[in-house]
């Protein structure tokens, strides 16, 4: 019998073990917005060479990451981004990305699961000669862990 629940809902419903705060004291830190933070960058060299990226970045939540993605793709204001309806992007991300990158949503139906219709996806797709009149799609975003889905089945 499985006792350990992991909880995907969230990066803010996680609590720290107590090894995990212990590490958290003792970590080695500077000015991480100078760039002077030793812990920072061993953590960020090491997620690069896990990712076979040439660099990384640490940010200090899920709703920073997301919303640094978003905009590192949608960098021109006008943007589309094309989102699941039931996302957490869309659902509680949204206005960051409209007010801070000027970035549109254009949502898809999810299905129970989570997962959206390729369809659906290719049908929202914007077609480049109706640029003056709509947005450009620039981005489609899915997520590998669905929380409103996951949450809904728990609760079914």
Known sequence: MVTKVVDL???TVTKPSE???AAMAAAEVDDDVLGADPTAQRFEAEMARIMGKEAALFVPSGTMGNLVSVLAHCDT???EVILGDNSHIHIYENGGISTLGGVHPRTVPNNPDGTMDIHKI???IRHPDGAMYYPTTRLICLE????KALAESVCL
């Open 9 to 11: 809902r969230s990066d």
């Open 19 to 21: 090894a995990m705060r």
């Open 77 to 79: 204001r006008g943007s």
């Open 122 to 124: 290719v049908a929202a």
């Open 144 to 147: 590998n862990t669905h929380g």
